[in-house]
């Protein structure tokens, strides 16, 4: 895996440097790891702002911008984008760029204008995000939809006429979609070589601008889909540079969890067309993220692979839950705190918080500025990170890419219930009581509070599952021994791949190898894999000497999703329920694995 990794950087080093890194004086350009302006270094903390979606967030632009300014951060990230229905109410122009492909609202355009002059006013420089891979205010979803990939009144969250966002077969067939990509372009046309209504200034010539982001959150959860987005960064990135010789570009990537996704993710953020490489980080999301020394390494690691690459990182959203004062048992600000240092201190170009917006709808990471008090003790962190980024420091130096600092696998111990309810040489095995399971992540779905989809156990990334078992009466009589087991690969909680992502699984008894079978692509639903040894030698030696036993399940990098699991003894005397199915029936916090990702 390492000798892999290492020589996917090894190619992506080899690419000339961005044409980013060409930008005239007055504009942000690259120099190496780091950002520069006028020839001095430019680090910043920064704030990723709500004016551009809706009345009361226009409305509210110059308070907002205020706000951010007296917080001391120097760059803005906003998102300049909207596609909605053709023909559709009217509110809906207040959200939008475009209501149908040929739709354009000037107004959209005109309000862009003014946060450029606003933010202009305030030293604050701006980061354009062009699209969004999901479906708020449209996103690819609706651009699918203009390209015939998507029924166009397909429902999402049934709240607003918002389509679904699209799942990793759609999202592959998104990224390879012509229709779909003359579309965009379409857009990018408009925005990237708009002139300001309001200036007479060009967007290229403007260098209130930083970057251009092609997209927020754009990733891929399939084989198919990973290599289509690598060309369709790629390509657009190449389209924003032909219109715009002088911002930078950067690709809009969510970042990575497993190794699998730090991989796509230097392949997508070390293109040649990219000037920079960028990340989301809401670490606290990560059930490995379990204290300040796991949130540094988390930081590192990233920081590692970024300097790999020879390009500077920057963490596009940065997000701590404002609705809980603690975060894994530290103060919400003292988490921050942590993350905002050791970025700092490892050389981050660029980290924007999100969100400043105007109170209104409760939102769980919003600063809301305009209410008294909300999140005092965040917004005064800001401030005093705000000024620690301005000044320049050395770098902590780290270990190369291949040495990762957080590269953990999440271990999960079960019940401890050792299961022996036969029925008829057949055993059941319930797939959430697992004595032991360990992957890159790993967890338990339940399908409750009308959740789609069946109970299943999944391990994200490489990794094994053990369950624990007691034979029956009387094993030496059976006449073969069959495992069944309904499984497929594991997907990040999206389901859909494509033929290319099948994997492997191999099937261990007591340590003995069973012999590896395809694992089929996540559907959420799985397909039957079965095991079977029928030669009387062999069955001899695996039933012979102690009744208890131990199945394990092992995965390559494509994970497992477990729906069933059976094992059978044809002609095996027939056992009584002894009740230590019941042991360990209580499970604890560790062996209640959180939900699927």
């Known amino acids: 895996m390492r000798a892999r990794f290492a020589a996917l950087l090894l190619s992506l080093l080899a690419s000339p440097p961005p044409v980013g890194a060409q930008a005239p004086e007055g504009f942000v350009r690259v120099e190496g790891e780091r950002f520069v302006l006028d020839g001095a270094p430019f680090a910043f903390l920064g704030a990723n702002v709500a004016v551009m979606h809706g009345p009361r967030h226009r409305d509210a632009l110059e308070a907002t911008l205020d706000a951010v300014a007296a917080d001391g951060h120097r760059v803005i990230r906003v998102w300049a984008l909207g596609e909605g229905p053709a023909g559709g109410e009217a509110w809906r122009r207040d959200f939008a760029f475009r209501l149908g492909p040929e739709g354009w609202v000037e107004a959209s355009f ?33 651009y699918a939809a203009w390209g015939g990939l998507l029924d166009p009144d397909a429902s999402g969250d049934g709240s607003d006429g918002r389509l679904p966002d699209l799942r990793p077969a759609e999202l592959a067939a998104f990224f390879r979609c012509a229709p779909c990509d003359e579309a965009f372009a379409a857009h990018l046309r408009r925005v990237v070589g708009r002139t300001n209504a309001l200036t007479g200034v060009a967007y290229r010539d403007d260098p209130t601008l930083l970057a251009w982001e092609l997209a927020n959150e754009v990733a891929a959860h399939s084989e198919a889909g990973e290599e289509a987005l690598v060309a369709w960064v790629r390509r657009h990135a190449r389209a924003v540079r032909a219109l715009d010789p002088h911002h930078l570009i950067s690709a809009g990537h969510i970042g990575w969890r497993l190794r699998r996704g730090r991989a796509v993710w230097a392949r ?87 969100i400043y917006r105007a109170a209104g709808r409760p939102s769980r990471y919003a600063i809301h500025f305009d209410r008294p008090g909300h999140a005092r003790d965040v917004r005064a962190l800001l ?28 271990l999960r111990r079960g019940t401890g219930a050792l299961q022996d309810r036969w029925a008829r040489g057949v055993l059941a095995l319930p797939v959430e009581r697992f004595h032991r399971a360990e992957f890159e992540l790993v967890g338990v779905y339940r399908p409750e509070d009308g959740r789609p989809g069946a109970l299943h156990l999944w391990g994200a990334g490489e990794g094994a599952v053990d369950y624990r078992l007691r034979l029956p009466a009387g094993p030496e009589a059976a006449e073969r021994l069959v495992i069944e087991a309904r499984l497929s690969t594991e997907l990040p909680g999206l389901g859909g791949g494509g033929p290319g992502d099948a994997g492997e699984v191999v099937l261990h008894w007591d340590g003995a190898s069973l012999g590896a079978r395809p694992s089929p692509p996540d559907d959420g639903r799985g397909s039957v894999v079965r095991w079977e040894v029928d ?63």
């Open 535 to 597: 030669d009387p030698a062999r069955l001899r030696r695996l039933l012979a000497g102690r009744p208890v036993r131990r199945l394990r399940l092992e995965a390559d990098a494509r994970g497992l999703a477990l729906y069933a699991l059976e094992v059978r003894l044809p002609g095996a005397t027939a056992a009584t329920v002894s009740g230590h199915g019941q042991e360990g029936a209580g499970q604890g916090e560790a062996g209640e694995p959180e939900g699927a990702p």
């Open 268 to 354: 997508v953020v070390g293109l040649e067309e990219i000037d920079y490489a960028d990340s989301h980080a809401y670490p606290h999301r990560d059930p490995r993220v379990r204290s300040l020394a796991d949130l540094r390494a988390w930081v590192d690691t990233r920081v590692q692979v970024a300097r790999a690459l020879g390009k500077p990182l920057v963490f596009g959203e940065v997000g701590v839950p404002l609705d809980a004062r603690r975060v894994r048992g530290r103060a919400r600000a003292g988490w921050l705190r942590a993350f905002l240092a050791r970025g700092r201190r490892d050389g981050v170009a660029g980290a924007l918080v999100w």
């Open 383 to 410: 401030r005093r990170e705000a000024r620690a980024w301005r000044r320049p420091r050395p770098r902590r130096p780290l270990p190369p890419a291949d040495a990762p600092r957080f590269d953990p696998r999440q």
């Open 110 to 142: 005109r309000h862009l204008d003014r946060v450029l002059v606003a933010a202009r006013e305030r030293g604050l420089r701006v980061v354009l995000v062009l699209s969004n891979r999901w479906a708020d205010h449209g996103g690819f979803s609706r």
